[in-house]
């Protein structure tokens, strides 16, 4: 399966953004799902998943409670909905398929990985 993350852009601090995870077949509905970011300079962070069925989320305490993910199995896409944006969350977001083992937080765990998309936080 190929992902392709979008919907990023520039925002003002204390907005929100959604990004979209589109995927190239339905095969993403058998996987949990993930999104990641990276800053320049920093390593790739872990911020949330979501299971097959999109019954269970777990997420980085960094974006608790701003932060939702969400999908559409039935439009092949996974959602990551930002609220209350800060300029520390300035990256570049990726998502990617879970594997079936593996600690879901662990960059090591996910593959398929899309080619992220910018997202600019302007205080």
């Known amino acids: 399966v190929q992902l392709q993350a979008c919907g990023g852009g520039l925002v003002q601090s204390g907005g929100s953004l959604r990004l979209s995870c589109a995927a190239s077949?339905?095969?993403?509905?058998?996987?949990?799902m993930g999104w990641f970011r990276q800053a320049p300079g920093k390593e790739r962070e872990f911020l949330g998943t979501?299971?097959?069925?999109?019954?269970?989320?777990y997420y980085a305490d960094s974006v608790k409670g701003r932060f939702t993910i969400s999908r559409d199995n039935a439009k092949n896409t996974v959602y990551l909905q930002m609220g209350s944006l800060k300029p520390e969350d300035t990256a570049v977001y990726y998502c990617?398929?879970?594997?079936?083992?593996?600690?879901?937080?662990?960059?090591?765990?996910?593959?398929?990985w899309g080619q992220g998309t910018q997202v600019t936080v302007s205080s």
């Open positions: 077949d339905r095969t993403v509905s058998l996987y949990a």
């Open positions: 990617a398929t879970k594997r079936r083992t593996g600690p879901y937080a662990s960059l090591e765990t996910y593959e398929n």
């Open positions: 979501i299971t097959r069925d999109g019954g269970n989320t």
